[in-house]
């Protein structure tokens, strides 16, 4: 297999090399072109078969209508739990919208179940169904050579933001009970969504907990972690933005508004956001100029 790292606006893209070659997470649709010549150059004069998703955020599933466009053979499985949605691509259930993000349609043709097994070119992989960056996220691992496709849900040094428990206290728990389930797998190598693939996986599933203790502690620093997230991620699949653009785009993020609503301050939306600028500013991942905001 071959793990095609990305950077931060698309996920890691891995390759299961064999007869049939299959794809896992596609990276957001502004990479889509590049990916599709990475696979080009890597496959030669195969093509890929079969295209799995681990969660349907857009810098994962970006990339999935392109690549359907050009390999029109391409059978596409996702999690079950978004599987229908995904069919009948309603908006208002897809995560795209609420987090203000964009992701061309694409079509679904099976779905993938925590509990199942399935074989890829020879190689038998157990699908766990995960929560805490996603609830309807999966995570695969293969049990003879105890490689991990940890998603988001753990990186080398920690894991996404936990959009469960921007919801509910209880998307900690069920970030713990992922880290749980990583931990009992005894993974010799894991890939993870972002990132390089590590082999120090003791060391990252503890640095997780420790992450984790501390935003269960302090939700509204995690929460304030979110907006910034969505906001740097926004900027960066733009470059640059206008105020006027900007301002428009973040009072239509139902996420941002609700993220805001639990701030106990009191603060105007316009204020918060502003302190939310601010502060990637100061850590130099944005910057403000009179025309707009640019990614650093």
Same mark, same amino acid.
């Given at each position: 297999?071959?793990? #095609? ?10 390759? #299961? ?148 428990a921007l919801e509910s206290e209880l998307g900690f728990d069920a970030q713990e009970q992922t880290l749980d389930l990583i931990d009992s797998l005894n993974a010799r190598w894991v890939l993870p969504g972002h990132g390089r693939a590590f082999q120090a ?5 503890a640095q997780a907990r420790s992450r984790l203790a501390h935003w269960r502690d302090h939700p509204q620093s995690h929460a304030e972690h979110a907006a910034h997230v969505l906001i740097k991620f926004h900027v960066m699949a733009l470059q640059s933005i ?55």
């Amino acid at each position: 297999m071959v793990v #095609l790292e990305r950077g931060w606006l698309s996920s890691n893209t891995i390759v #299961l090399l064999g007869p049939d070659p299959v794809v896992i997470d596609t990276g957001h649709h502004s990479h889509a072109e590049q990916l599709r010549a990475l696979l080009e150059h890597l496959l030669g004069e195969q093509h890929p078969q079969q295209l799995l998703n681990t969660h349907l955020h857009s810098d994962h599933c970006g990339g999935n209508a392109h690549l359907q466009a050009y390999w029109a053979q391409l059978h596409t499985q996702i999690p079950h739990r978004v599987f229908e949605t995904t069919k009948k691509w309603n908006p208002d259930r897809l995560p795209f919208e609420s987090t203000g993000q964009y992701c061309p349609r694409f079509e679904a043709h099976a779905a993938l179940r925590g509990g199942q097994e399935i074989v890829l070119n020879g190689r038998t992989w157990e699908i766990h169904a995960c929560a805490g960056h996603d609830a309807d996220g999966v995570l695969f691992f293969a049990p003879r050579e105890r490689i991990l496709l940890s998603a988001d849900a753990l990186w080398e040094n920690g894991f996404g933001v936990l959009f469960d428990a921007l919801e509910s206290e209880l998307g900690f728990d069920a970030q713990e009970q992922t880290l749980d389930l990583i931990d009992s797998l005894n993974a010799r190598w894991v890939l993870p969504g972002h990132g390089r693939a590590f082999q120090a996986v003791k060391p990252s599933i503890a640095q997780a907990r420790s992450r984790l203790a501390h935003w269960r502690d302090h939700p509204q620093s995690h929460a304030e972690h979110a907006a910034h997230v969505l906001i740097k991620f926004h900027v960066m699949a733009l470059q640059s933005i206008p105020w006027g653009d900007f301002m428009h785009w973040a009072e239509q993020v139902s996420l941002l508004q609700r993220i805001h609503d639990k701030d106990t301050r009191g603060l105007r939306f316009v204020a918060w956001l502003q302190e939310r600028l601010d502060v990637l500013c100061s850590k130099k991942a944005l910057q403000m100029t009179p025309a707009g905001v640019a990614d650093a």
